[in-house]
């Protein structure tokens, strides 16, 4: 099988079960959780990686069912190792927990809990002394890649939305287990117009997520290994996450004939065929969302994953979108021509300077090393809490 688009991205499944037989059936729940169960082994198949939380596991009074999901993900993750690939990136799971998840982890998963906690498989995140669902919301949203939503209510809402304004993509699971006008039954509905279907999730290539929206409506004839291959395939369209370029743009310029080797001969290849970004360039070729070029360039600027920000060439412009990717915290690589005028010094910043003379391969892997050395740089101002 050749290797899949969900190659080492976290697939975070969220969602829980209504606790009222006439909205979430027994039969429907039941098949909720076989089509969870058979999406897992097929993600772990395709080396994707998994955030799921730690937490109690409270049961529904009308049939005695989970309320939640998490466990049947760990139970399935756990089940499915032996299909993982062995070039799967880690960490396999991002577990998230809080300071009171050892009294809460069910009786009949601990022996699991415990086997995996110590295993160099899992990352285990602490939301600290926060009991509170979205502080534990807000970490699992910095580590994953793709929500899943499935049933749920507000809960799944808020996810959505940190998810929505991280630029990552939400896929609603249209499943008769929450009322029609809440959790992920309220997204889906909420984008099954075309115009609002992009807002959930973008298709590569500038692909129809229309069309994807309404293959996962789910019809009650359809089997559940038809759901899943459904899902599956919706996942391995989507777009991958995103890398903003700021760079020089200006042909005429004496630098433009470097930068725009270093992007096609390092930076391009190493974001894209090894890490697996979309490197993105706004230079008026592509499809715009929004009527302003500046408009455009920011709300593209905002939601991206990652930026660099080459400042060869000392463009206003580019300082202005390196500042406003600093000041949210984005992920932010800093390079420029070795030898290049500039205004400071970005060896202050762990900056990278790119030679224009040696080979592709030298380059590339002096462009991988500073990535793998800045990589989990902490922001420049930390967010902390008044109380922790």
């Not at 969900?6 to 697939?11: A, D, M, Q, S, V």
């Not at 760990?74 to 799967?88: F, G």
């Not at 910095?142 to 940190?162: H, K, P």
């Not at 990278?352 to 500073?370: L, M, V, Y």
């Amino acid at each position: 099988m050749a290797r899949s688009p969900l190659h080492g991205r976290r697939i975070h499944i969220s969602g829980s079960v209504a606790n009222d037989l006439k909205i979430a059936p027994t039969s429907e729940v039941e098949a909720a959780r076989v089509l969870i169960t058979q999406l897992i082994k097929e993600l772990v198949k395709r080396g994707a990686n998994f955030v799921i939380p730690v937490d109690a596991e409270p049961k529904r009074s009308v049939d005695g069912l989970p309320v939640c999901f998490d466990w049947l993900i760990w139970k399935a993750v756990k089940d499915n190792l032996a299909h993982r690939p062995s070039t799967a990136p880690g960490p396999f799971i991002v577990a998230v927990q809080h300071h009171k998840t050892e009294d809460q982890v069910p009786d009949e998963y601990l022996d699991l809990w415990d086997e995996l906690r110590t295993s160099q498989l899992i990352k285990i995140e602490s939301a600290a002394h926060w009991n509170m669902n979205s502080k534990r919301m807000e970490a699992q949203a910095r580590f994953g890649d793709v929500l899943i939503a499935v049933g749920g209510d507000e809960g799944v809402l808020y996810l959505a939305n940190l998810y929505h304004d991280a630029g990552k993509p939400i896929v609603p699971l249209n499943l008769p287990i929450c009322a029609e006008t809440r959790g992920a039954r309220q997204l889906y509905a909420s984008c099954l117009a075309s115009a609002q279907t992009r807002r959930l999730f973008q298709i590569a290539d500038d692909g129809d997520a229309h069309h994807w929206i309404n293959r996962i409506c789910f019809p009650r004839r359809q089997s559940i290994p038809d759901r899943v291959s459904a899902v599956i395939d919706l996942l391995e369209s989507l777009d991958r996450p995103k890398v903003f370029a700021v760079r020089l743009l200006n042909p005429e310029h004496e630098d433009y004939a470097d930068v725009q080797d270093f992007f096609d001969v390092v930076a391009k290849p190493v974001l894209e065929d090894e890490l697996g970004y979309r490197l993105l360039v706004i230079d008026g070729r592509q499809t715009y969302e929004h009527a302003r070029i500046d408009q455009e360039i920011f709300a593209r600027l905002h939601r991206s994953s990652l930026v660099i920000a080459d400042i060869t060439g000392a463009r206003p412009n580019c300082f202005l979108e390196l500042g406003y990717a600093l000041g949210r915290g984005l992920p932010t690589m800093i390079t420029a021509r070795e030898g290049a005028t500039l205004p400071f010094d970005i060896t202050t910043f762990a900056g990278h300077h790119w030679k224009t003379n040696g080979s592709a391969d030298d380059r590339r892997r002096a462009f991988r090393e500073h990535w793998n050395a800045i990589r989990n740089r902490p922001t420049l101002v930390p967010v902390e809490p008044l109380i922790s």
